[in-house]
């Protein structure tokens, strides 16, 4: 159709490999990393859920990952129309339209609440750049957290600057300063961590904390802990919603899929074991609790900024470095929903980013009150897996935890049982031995784990 061509006509391809890998680091690298991975590895018990959640990066996430980029780029399209392109020969249109609805679905709910947390990232720089932090106690620093999240119009305002923040970038056309600012930016976060790992192991607390994240103790992994690591893989990756697919649309096809994927996951995973080896240290050498939840990174962090040299100045940098992980990953959110809207309904990109921006904000606003207001409103309490959750709790859940995993087997059957061998081997251009792990890994490994790890919570 002219609308697919039109599309395909202004397509540039991603100037090197290192670009893909730019714009696909800053999608999987975020809050994801930093704030969600240490929470729930603390929630989960430590060693035995950081080793599943290894095994999941590894035997799911990598796979669907090659998967994803390698549908992106045979059909060198938006998700949507590439799904379509390769389905059509075989007449499979049920196939596209439901990962299509997945990945639209799921890029609203997740950024609605994603938002709010990178909207906690924008208060705290205020917190941290006043000096407010400097010597204070960890009940000191808890009250400041739970002053935050008591007062819903104060969260709604930095949840409102967040989204604006994505909106603005969504609007123009992602463009390549985002790549130059990803070069910078993403190596300095990294530095800091650093830092603050190097102040952790001071802190009295480090050894303690090393055998938390490292020595498994599988009495303390529960079946929800492995469908958490599960969800979390998909996640952190950002697969399961066609955003890798979209990315590897633009990748030139002298360069090697499996590299790039497997580079773009060891970045994203180091960023996470970084987070937690800078955040456990002061969680034991202050005696807090590892299970304390969402909070766990605001409540950890700030008291190792209070109590560093220089640590007003560290800690801006943290939350604004933290803040340039979130968007980039934020924009990944609302590109493919507004790309969509482009294309399919023939909406302007101002007009569409302005609409599913502001359905986000709303549905955000769900996930603010959830926190104070709401904090005791359960509504699918009767469920037994979801006793206790509140609706930010749920949209978590029903993300993460399923509708990427949902979203994830749709690609692996579809790489690995619908589309032609012979185009998926040219295109993956591995050794035959590489290869056939790859495809059976996809087949039959990545399938049977998520079916089994679903069946085994609805039991
Ligand atoms: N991968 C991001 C993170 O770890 O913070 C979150 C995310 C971005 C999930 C984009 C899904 C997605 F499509
Ligand atoms: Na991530």
Redesign the pocket.
Known sequence: SGALEGSNAKRGLWSSRLAFILAATG???????IW?FPYITGENGGGAFVLMYLICIAVVGIPIMMAEVMIGRRGGRSPVSSLRLITERDGLRPVWKMMGAVGIL??FL?LSF?SVIGGWAVSYVGTAASGQLTGQSADAIGAIFSGLLSDPMTLLLWHSVFMALVMVVVARGVSSGLERAVTILMPALFVLLLIVVGYAMTSGGFSRAAAFLFQPDFSKLTTSGVLVALGHAF????LG?A?MMAYGSYLPKNISIAKTSITVSII?TGVALLAGMAIFPIVFANGLEPGAGPGLIFQTLPLAFGQMPMGSLFGTLFFVLLIFA?WT?GI??LEPIVEWLEEQKGMNRTVSTIGAGLVCWALGIASILSLNLWADFAPLGFVPMLEGKTIFDLLDFFTANIL?PLGGLLVAIFAGWVMSRQAVEKELALSPGAFRLWHGTLRFVTPVAVAAVFVYNLM
């Open positions: 999608s999987a690298v975020g809050l994801g990393n969600k799921a890029g997740i994603y996640f952190t990756l950002s919603m955003v994203d979130a990953s990944s959110l990427l």
